[in-house]
Nanobody, 127 residues
Framework: QVQLQESGPGLVKPSQTLSLTCTVS??????????WSWIRQSPGKGLEWIGY???????YYRESLKRRTSLSRDTAKNQLTLQLRSVTPEDTAVYYC???????????????????WGQGAQVTVSS
């Protein structure tokens, strides 16, 4: 059973960097054809895909967030990391990591397209 768990600060000041870790269990993050996405949901809005890192380590980002986002991984710890720079209150959201087999549809996010989701981490951007 694939399980994911997000962790990180719940409060970030404007202009700082949001950093979250996703710990994966039940499968190696390098397992063939697995793609690991970060997704967020702001208050009153739908799910927004941020980016993914693939089993070979390649990244693909949402165009509107690309210049502020970095995704990385630690294969020894089986962990994924999201960094979002220069945050504003508009980045306040619940942040999820999710795993899919094959590249996910990065348009409309459907929970059923992913084999597993983390429980989500609330991040508030406020001074």
């Amino acid at each position: 059973q694939v399980q994911l768990q997000e962790s990180g600060p719940g409060l970030v000041k404007p202009s700082q960097t949001l950093s979250l870790t996703c710990t994966v269990s039940g499968v190696s993050i390098t397992a063939m054809n697995y793609y690991w996405s970060w997704i967020r949901q702001s208050p009153g809005k739908g799910l927004e895909w941020i980016g993914y890192i693939g089993f070979r380590g390649g990244n693909y980002y949402r165009e509107s967030l690309k210049r502020r986002t970095s995704l990385s991984r630690d294969t020894a710890k089986n962990q994924l990391t999201l960094q979002l720079r220069s945050v504003t209150p508009e980045d306040t959201a619940v942040y999820y990591c999710a795993g899919s087999i094959g590249t996910p549809d990065t348009g409309v996010i459907n929970r059923a397209d992913f084999v597993s989701w983390g429980q989500g981490a609330q991040v508030t951007v406020s001074s």
